[in-house]
């Protein structure tokens, strides 16, 4: 049982792709460790040694941030927009997108499920 950085990484698959289970490590950044460690890339998690686990968790408490440190971070990040009031905070405190996208329709990931409106009468006509 492989488990870095408090993560179980799955065991069929190929180091360069179960590192990536890691919060932080893409896939990018899986292959440079790869690299750096001198691991062959075709290998699978459970064929790893305990020596080459303990190489890549000392490498990537020693040179990355992830899991725990990471998130932290970020929702630090997040909390001083949101202090600052500036408009990427605002849009994070209403739940809406940050970086530009149309909201009239779609956004439905950062806005939820629809809330429908009830119809308005329009000025001028009665029933």
Aim: aromatic share 4%.
């Amino acid at each position: 049982m492989a488990r870095i950085a408090g993560v179980d990484l799955p065991l069929n698959k190929r180091v360069k792709y179960g590192l990536t289970a890691i919060f932080g490590v893409g896939p990018h950044t899986a292959q440079k460790i790869v690299e750096t460690i001198g691991i062959d890339p075709s290998k699978k998690i459970k064929e790893l040694t305990d020596d080459e686990v303990t190489k890549i968790r000392k490498l990537l408490e020693s040179d990355y941030k992830v899991e725990g440190g990471l998130r932290a971070e970020i929702a630090a990040d997040v909390k001083r927009l949101i202090d600052i009031g500036c408009y990427r905070g605002l849009r994070h405190k209403f739940g809406l997108p940050t970086r530009g996208q149309r909201t009239r329709t779609n956004a439905r990931t950062r806005k939820g499920r629809k809330k429908t409106v009830a119809g308005k009468a329009k000025a001028g006509v009665k029933k």
